[in-house]
């Protein structure tokens, strides 16, 4: 019975005194009737469905959720391997004992991990979990889905005549990283990161412990990729493009939308060059903010760290993240652009 | 749950259904990502009769300990299984500004045949950037959906995508001269017609949007990827 995997309706940890098999036998009860229901209201939900807004709607969710979930099963893959099988000794040897250290070469570590952001927060929360220093893993969160190989290679792809492009997204984003994780090592406190409660894997075996890893994050952050897929399509959907391009004009107004831009579309960080590629009217400067900005934080991004990591934390930290990614962009774009 | 999730992914993965939301080199990566989901449904089966049968039961409390959010994966369930929505249309079209590019590696010469098929941007491309030298005195047979601006004027349109539907912007060729008198916005059509010099500037976002000066048009079936994935290279 495949059905009794159904996550169960849980209204808070009051009722952990419940017997946990009586409510996991209803939730799968609702899961069953739910199908039921929609099977039997097909027809009246295809016809409201059928407006062009709400079919376009529909396209763009289902996009992102179809396009993010390769990447979230494979970040949830690697971070279960890194919750099971690495010992938390491996990253007190791998990372500089000194926090202020350690930043800069999680930061460049991220550089390896070829993904995009989807996968990059479940790893850094299970570095976190690792015994990571916070700020080291948040260096690693910003810097994996902006400087890897396979995303700098579609910015080098996307923009043929500007090889100073790569230059600056590389740079610019390893200096958010940095900035950010070295901010959050002074000024960040520990009871603003308030992880959800991780199921315990003490006392189980490796295998057990791995796949039930595995199913908590892709059930967890799959939940709120599906909040973060929801609210792009609708603003995609509602907002019109024309808004975007009176903002051409002024150059700085022009950086703070597209970076604006970024956080609202959330698209995936080895696409977004050829977005970026095609908001020609835009300056350089510009658009190098629309490739720092969105592959740190984004619409989906935020409901996936709000759900990894707290949602107080994830109120600090984006809008930190977005103010310091604006500015970084500007200057490095200034420098080399 | 994630059994069902699994096997959504692997469905539209193995039919044609993934090209109307994401580009088709995405292809491996969502088939093993509907295995690994499989797998782990099937493994918490595993693991859970083992534990009965070792008569734990339920005692350390692990298990299922889902919360609420992870309820919302069943919409995306639900469309993908029950309504797969289509690929984006006309409405998205004619909402986004024309998303021409100058191509970097310039126009080759176009083979010697007659008429030819172009796909919507390389046309759009020689028509704007290379001011149709390429195409002068030739037949071009071009395929897009119809889309219909706010004064009724048609528009061939292809939507350019580059990862996934959300990416997606649209490329337009204006339709002049012989069009059919009727014309609904998303059929697809095989226009075939010569290169105009006319050309006229997109409400939406100010691009240049080239015309055909239509000699035939016909119906045609959905294409099997409804995206022109040509900028993936």
């Known amino acids: 019975m495949t059905l009794t995997k159904a996550p169960p309706a849980r209204g808070g940890r009051r009722d952990d005194a419940d017997d946990p098999r009586a409510r996991r036998f209803n939730s799968s009860l609702v899961l069953t009737l739910l199908l039921v229901l929609v099977v039997a209201l097909q027809g009246p939900v295809r016809g409201a469905l059928s407006a062009p807004v709400m079919q376009s709607w529909m396209t763009v969710f289902v996009a992102v959720v179809v396009q993010a979930l390769p990447f979230l099963v494979l970040g949830v893959l ?9 010992p938390p000794s491996f990253f007190a040897r791998a990372l500089p004992g000194r926090p202020a250290l350690a930043v800069p070469v999680a930061g460049m570590a991220g550089a390896v991990l070829p993904g995009c952001e989807c996968a990059s927060v479940p790893v850094a929360g299970a570095l976190v979990r690792r015994g990571v220093t916070p700020a080291a893993a948040l260096a690693f969160l910003l810097s994996a889905p902006a400087i890897n190989p396979i995303v700098l290679t579609a910015t080098a792809v996307a923009f043929p005549g500007e090889p100073r492009m790569v230059l600056a997204r590389f740079a610019a984003s390893l200096l958010v990283a940095c900035v950010m994780g070295w901010l959050w090592q002074r000024l960040g406190r520990t009871d603003w990161m308030r992880p959800p409660a991780h199921p315990s894997l003490e006392g189980l075996g490796k295998g057990a412990a791995f796949w039930g890893s595995i199913r908590h994050d892709v059930m967890h952050a799959g939940g709120f990729l599906v909040v973060g897929a929801m609210t792009a399509a609708t603003l995609k959907a509602v907002v019109p493009a024309s808004w ?33 590629a095609s908001l020609s009217q835009f300056s350089l400067t510009a658009r190098l903010a629309f490739l720092v ?10 409901a996936m760290q709000a759900g990894t990591f707290g949602r107080g934390f994830a109120l600090r930290f984006a809008p930190a993240t977005f103010a310091m990614a604006v500015l970084a962009s500007a200057l490095v774009g200034a420098v080399l652009l | 749950m994630l059994f069902l999730l699994g096997v959504a992914v692997l469905h539209a993965g193995f039919t044609d259904l993934y090209l109307r939301y994401v580009k088709a080199g995405l292809r491996p990566l969502l088939l093993a990502a509907g295995v690994v989901l499989i797998g782990t449904a099937v493994a918490t089966v595993w693991y859970e009769l083992r534990q009965q049968r070792d008569g734990h039961g339920h005692e350390h409390g692990h298990g299922h300990r889902e919360p609420r959010v992870s309820w919302l994966l069943v919409l995306p369930l639900f469309a993908l299984i029950l309504v797969a929505p289509p690929a984006l249309g006309s409405y998205s079209a004619m909402h986004a500004g024309t998303a021409l590019q100058r191509p970097p590696w310039g126009f080759p010469t176009l083979p010697a045949r007659d008429p030819i098929s172009l796909n919507v941007a390389d046309y759009a491309g020689r028509a704007v950037y290379d001011h149709g030298r390429s195409l002068r005195d030739r037949h071009v047979k071009i395929t897009g959906f119809v889309a219909l601006d706010r004064r009724g004027a048609p528009y061939l349109v292809r939507m350019a995508l580059n990862c996934c539907a959300a990416d997606a912007l ?3 060729v204006g339709l002049s001269g012989r069009t059919p008198p009727v014309l609904r916005p998303d059929t ?11 050309r006229t500037k997109d409400p939406v976002g100010g691009g240049v949007i080239p015309y055909i000066d239509v000699s035939r048009a016909a119906p045609v079936p959905t294409p099997r990827d409804p995206y022109d994935e040509s900028w993936n290279g």
């Open chain 1, 78 to 86: 690697l971070s279960a391997v890194i919750a099971v099988f690495v």
């Open chain 1, 244 to 276: 975007l391009h009176t903002a051409a004009g002024n150059p700085v107004v022009a950086i703070l939308a597209l970076g604006l831009l970024a956080v609202v579309l959330s698209i995936c960080s080895e696409a977004d060059a050829f977005v970026a």
């Open chain 1, 293 to 302: 900005v969105g592959p740190m934080i984004d619409l989906k991004l935020f």
């Open chain 2, 170 to 172: 649209p490329v337009k």
């Open chain 2, 188 to 198: 697809w059509l095989e226009v075939t017609g010569t290169y105009t010099g006319k």
